[in-house]
């Protein structure tokens, strides 16, 4: 279990304790590489790298405490992933050839699995829309509101609700369907 | 995570979707799984590590570095250039005209440059110059200052005559001086107008008169 992050870590990260940093650290980093992972990034340590980054620097500008620095986290963390997403789109350019595409022997869930171990819940996820694992990701590991979650994902409460509904529902479906053979 | 450890964002999704205790339960379980993700401690990079123990960020000191490159280059720019118009204080001037001098690619004076007959040297000295003038030479330059007044009022009038009303004085002293060389005006208005130099409303006056006489 990672530690959790408290105000008291936070306000002595502002003040540039290394104890304090490291807490940080070791709070928020396993959930943001979690979350990279889940979405499919395919450098998460090296873009979890690149949000401390830009996270470290910024804590004295940092209002509202713990969860505060949290949201921000993750609201760089989902940019830089959206930036790996075009980079990835751009790189796609070239003219396409059946015999090299080895994306069709890859399924989302293989992919997962092939990237970060078979686990029962990384298949479980794969099952999953892109936005509505956003939605889940971004509100168990960063523990955030659905206010938050919708600013971080440039969309209405109303729709993110909705995102997490079916995304809820289809965890429950296919964790039932998992369950039955057993 | 065990369930007592749900993060509160987990209670709220289930309290959201409104489903039976059971039906909570079982996702409850799922998002457990789903917060165990959460799990592995990434080893820093160097430069995070480097942040991590307090350190100000690279790019931070880049930035301030290239700020102040900026600001002294902007410092010298100024300071150069004020120099290099005659701007400054005589101590400071000769400062500027001493560091500036292997830098800057346009030759920085000392102190009380010598005035040439060139038009920027000769401005700020130019104002005692009319008052002594015209009361001893009204037309032939014996001495180096009238014929720097020479100079500077023939191409005047030929070139940039109507584009320099900004200078009431000198325009209307222009004027009467290529007035004079061709009407029959009596000398003592001239001398009377050029003493009366400073002031731009005593010149309409002047005209007044001429225009009755």
């Known amino acids: 279990m990672t530690p959790a992050l408290t105000d008291e870590v936070v306000e002595g990260a502002r003040e540039s304790e290394p104890s304090a940093l490291t807490a940080l650290y070791k709070a928020l980093a396993p959930a943001i590489l979690a979350y990279l992972r889940g979405r499919g990034s395919r450098d998460a340590e090296g873009l979890t790298q690149e949000v401390f980054l830009q996270l470290l620097p910024r804590l004295r500008t940092i209002t509202g405490g713990a969860a505060g620095v949290r949201a921000l986290a993750f609201t760089i963390a989902h940019s830089r992933l959206i930036d790996e997403f075009r980079r990835r789109n751009r790189s796609t350019e070239l003219p396409y050839e059946a015999e090299l595409d080895g994306r069709r022997q890859h399924s989302a869930e293989q992919e997962a699995i092939e990237q970060w171990g078979s686990s029962e819940i990384t298949a479980l996820l794969a099952h999953l829309g892109d936005e509505q694992k956003a939605v889940i990701l971004l509100r168990v590991l960063g523990d955030l509101s659905l206010e938050e979650t919708a600013r971080i994902m440039g969309k209405s409460v109303g729709a993110v609700k909705q995102l997490q509904r079916r995304g809820l529902l289809a965890l429950r479906e296919h964790a039932e369907g998992r369950g039955e053979p057993e | ?213």
Do not use: F
């Open chain 2, 1 to 213: 995570m065990n369930d007592n450890e749900s993060p509160s964002a987990t209670e709220d999704m289930l309290a959201d979707l409104g489903v039976s205790s059971t039906e909570a339960a079982a996702l409850r379980a799922i998002l457990g799984e789903v917060a165990g993700m959460a799990h592995e401690v990434p080893e820093p990079s160097d430069e995070v590590r480097a942040l991590l123990g307090g350190a100000i960020p690279l790019r931070s000191r880049r930035r301030m570095g290239a700020v102040a490159a900026v600001v002294g280059a902007l410092a010298l720019g100024g300071a150069s250039a004020a120099a290099a118009a005659n701007q400054l204080p005589g101590p400071v001037q000769e400062v500027v005209a001493n560091a500036t001098g292997g830098v800057v690619p346009h030759p920085v004076k000392p102190t009380n440059p010598p005035s040439d007959a060139t038009g920027h040297a000769n401005k700020p000295t130019a104002p005692p110059t009319p008052k002594t003038v015209p009361t001893k030479t009204p037309k032939p330059a014996n001495t180096t200052a009238p014929g720097q007044l020479q100079k500077q009022t023939k191409p005047d009038p030929t070139a940039p005559g109507p584009a320099r009303p900004a200078d009431p004085g000198s325009h209307g002293r222009e004027h009467h001086e290529s007035g004079l060389d061709g009407a029959d005006v009596p000398k003592p208005e001239k001398p009377q107008h050029l003493d009366d130099d400073d002031g731009a409303g005593d010149s309409k006056p002047a005209d007044g008169k001429r225009k009755k006489a």
